[in-house]
């Protein structure tokens, strides 16, 4: 089973810039995974931030951009904020219909 | 606006088989560019997708789950129902349904809105 990788934590101070990255067990990320990317609190549903690889969806702070950075797709979150707090997941499409979720990151705002 | 509540058992028993029920409003099952995906979350774990239901009633399934699980829906009910046979505690998790946005054409979506979501305890 292919497994998407996520780094599990990332500390960002308050205004700082951190870049977080989603990758294959084997081979490349491409825009042809269109991948998303996803922010969960605690007790809460995700929220959708990004989608095929670098649109923001609705209502979606411009401070969280969408990329592919050499092999993988990444999240980077410019000015972090308080409330950008969470855990962020990202989803790769395999194709033939499938879907697989990365292992997700923890980021801290200190 | 558009939304999604899951429904079902919050324990089941090992062995058992798991039935769980989306509900949705705000969109139809019809419409020939969404479809609707379930994903769970163990405890203090990652997220995982499961399974997902297009408009025109095809289905894909999780490659490690497939054996396990069904999908299917009810337009008219606007219900999406996925089943899991032989449930076992390390099934223990909060089980979400969402509206996919975007998998038209062979292009892969993405999943928006999500459900509150649902916990389901396995255990005797």
């Known amino acids: 089973q292919t497994v998407v990788t996520q780094e599990p934590s990332f500390s960002v101070s308050p205004g700082g810039t951190v870049t977080l990255t989603c990758g294959l067990s084997?081979?490349?990320?491409?825009?042809?995974?269109?991948p998303s990317w996803y922010q969960q609190t605690p007790g809460q549903a995700p929220r959708t931030l990004i989608y095929?690889?670098?649109t923001r969806s609705s209502g979606v702070p411009d401070r969280f951009s969408g990329s592919i950075l050499g092999n993988k797709a990444a999240l980077t979150i410019t000015g972090a904020q308080a409330d950008d707090e969470s855990d962020y997941y990202c989803?790769?499409?395999?194709?033939?219909?499938?879907?697989?979720f990365g292992t997700g990151t923890k980021v801290t705002v200190l | 606006q558009v939304t999604l509540k899951e429904s079902g058992p919050v324990l089941v028993k090992p062995t058992e088989t798991l039935t769980l029920t989306c509900t949705v409003s705000?969109?139809?099952?019809?419409?020939?560019?969404?479809?609707v995906s379930w994903i769970r979350q163990p405890p203090g774990k990652a997220l995982e997708w499961l399974a997902h239901?297009?408009?025109?009633?095809?289905?894909s399934y999780s490659t490690s789950l497939k054996s396990r699980l069904t999908i299917s829906k009810d337009t008219s009910k606007r219900q999406v129902v996925l089943t899991m046979t032989n449930m076992d505690p390390v099934d223990t998790a909060t089980y979400y349904c969402?509206?996919?946005?975007?998998?038209?054409?062979?292009?892969?979506?993405?999943?928006?809105?999500w459900g509150q979501g649902t916990l389901v305890t396995v255990s005797s």
């Open positions: 969402a509206r996919m946005l975007g998998a038209v054409a062979g292009r892969g979506g993405w999943f928006d809105p």
């Open positions: 705000g969109f139809s099952l019809s419409n020939a560019r969404l479809g």
């Open positions: 239901i297009f408009s025109n009633d095809e289905k």
């Open positions: 084997s081979g490349s990320v491409s825009t042809s995974y269109y």
């Open positions: 095929s690889t670098n």
């Open positions: 989803v790769l499409y395999m194709g033939s219909g499938i879907y697989v």
